[in-house]
């Protein structure tokens, strides 16, 4: 088992970091939160078409690059880093392997009944008595949800059951919820790291008692407490990555693992980001209540740390017999 990154993967996830460095600022954020429903920008979602990444655990036969969840999981960090406001892991993590390639933007209601860019995908996936369906966008009647983080432009979906059905299987069915869960800790540890480097920033430049903030002994610890959050799990999210390219036995276990630490850490470190920046970071004129708000919402989709930690409780005790 080897759960570092090859320099192929590295050199994935870095020409993805320079794209969306450049193409998914902080003003595309924003930018998210005002627009009408079903006028997402996508200038950023087509550059991510144009390199492959949304068709990426697509077969090449099938008109995809036939990778796997090794080199999507990196990818993701880097979509949380800029806190992009678009459904990469609905619509590369879990509807690609089902619906295959060039099937536009994809919502689903699998992570929760609150449906991310429901009103701009082209179709959405929806979990019926039925199993699995696809629908197309202009088919389902969609109810604009308030939520706290308005860069995800939820809706809650009603529909009669119908569209076309993509699997009715159980186990198919538990394996697309693990990679939604995957993909999305992968996610929440980006935005942890992001908010983490904007914190090291700002404490680097603000000034008191004639010297910058980041030099107190209190506000090193608290850095120090996040960085090492991160540290810890990072890995656990490249373990269940591992876990589920290779369709490992634990795949559940390890993916639950993850998900849970990728909720704690990201949530501390917005915790710690938050109380560092001081009131001012959680006015809407800062860039970091973009991240900790999307920070809590991910947290609590696809399964919150509670029942995360139940899971891997469950797998340790089926072990043990």
Do not use: N
Not at 88 to 111: F, N, Q, S, Y
Not at 120 to 144: I, M, N, S
Not at 231 to 241: F, G, M
């Amino acid at each position: 088992m080897r759960f570092a990154l090859s320099d192929d993967q590295v050199a994935f996830r870095d020409a993805v970091r320079d794209l969306l460095a450049k193409e998914a600022t902080p003003a595309v954020v924003r930018a998210a939160w005002d627009a009408p429903p079903g006028q997402l920008d996508r200038g950023v979602w087509d550059s991510l078409e144009a390199m492959g990444v949304l068709s990426l655990l697509v077969a090449e036969a099938d008109g995809g690059l036939g990778l796997d969840e090794t080199f999507l999981v990196p990818i993701l960090e880097e979509a949380g880093r800029v806190a992009l406001p678009h459904p990469v892991v609905e619509t590369a993590m879990v509807a690609a392997p089902l619906l295959g390639a060039a099937r536009g933007m994809v919502a689903t209601d699998l992570g929760g009944p609150i449906i991310p860019c429901a009103a701009d995908a082209d179709r959405l996936l929806l979990h019926t008595a039925r199993g699995l369906v696809a629908v197309d966008g202009t088919a389902v009647e969609l109810a604009p949800a308030d939520t706290v983080d308005g860069g995800r432009r939820a809706a809650q979906a009603s529909h009669d059951g119908g569209g076309d059905l993509v699997t009715d299987d159980a186990s198919a069915i538990e394996q697309t919820l693990d990679r939604g869960a995957l993909g999305t800790a992968a996610v929440l540890v980006g935005l942890g790291q992001a908010m983490l480097d904007m914190t090291v920033a700002y404490v680097s430049e603000r000034q008191q008692f004639g010297q910058p903030v980041g030099s107190f002994q209190a506000v090193k610890h608290h850095l120090a407490d996040a960085a090492l959050a991160l540290e810890l799990t990072r890995p656990a999210v490249w373990r269940a990555a591992w876990s589920a390219a290779h369709d490992e036995p634990t795949r559940a276990r390890d993916v639950s693992m993850a998900k849970a630490m990728a909720s704690d850490a990201a949530e501390l470190v917005g915790r710690k980001a938050l109380q560092c920046h001081g009131a001012i970071g959680y006015t809407v004129e800062a860039d970091l209540h973009l991240f900790l708000k999307r920070t809590w919402a991910l947290a609590r989709t696809w399964g919150d740390t509670a029942h995360h930690t139940d899971r891997v409780a469950d797998a340790l005790e089926a072990t043990a017999r």
